[in-house]
């Protein structure tokens, strides 16, 4: 069992910055993968982007260049850096979490980017 703590959202405009962060209950290390989902009205929840075994890292196509997902050992943290916001970016991402072939998820955080 695995519990994920979110922080961070709100409400920024479009072409600003936001940052999340998300701590699981578990050491970092030991999570087979760590990472965002969003999910948008009206639609499924989709990978934002995702860390494989600490080291591989991968984006979804509408967020490469703009997203930056990054770990802190020491501090047990996740975060996800969001820049250049547009409004098709709003909606709820909940942080993601993979032990073997269990998935975990966060309660979800609101970012809402206005025009």
């Known amino acids: 069992q695995v519990q994920l703590v979110e922080s961070g959202g709100g409400i920024v405009q479009a072409g600003g910055s936001l940052n999340l962060s998300c701590i699981p209950s578990?050491?970092?290390?030991?999570?087979?993968?760590m990472g965002w989902y969003r999910q948008a009205p009206g639609e499924q929840r989709a990978m934002v982007a995702l860390m494989i075994s600490g080291d591989k890292t991968y984006y979804g196509d509408s967020v490469k260049g703009r997203f930056t997902l990054s770990r802190d050992v020491m501090k047990n943290t996740v975060w996800l850096q969001m820049s250049s916001l547009k409004p098709e970016d709003t909606g709820i991402y909940y942080c993601?979490?993979?032990?073997?072939?269990?998935?975990?998820w966060g309660q979800g955080t609101q970012v809402t980017v206005s025009s």
């Open positions: 993601h979490a993979r032990i073997l072939a269990e998935n975990y």
């Open positions: 578990r050491p970092i290390f030991s999570l087979n993968a």
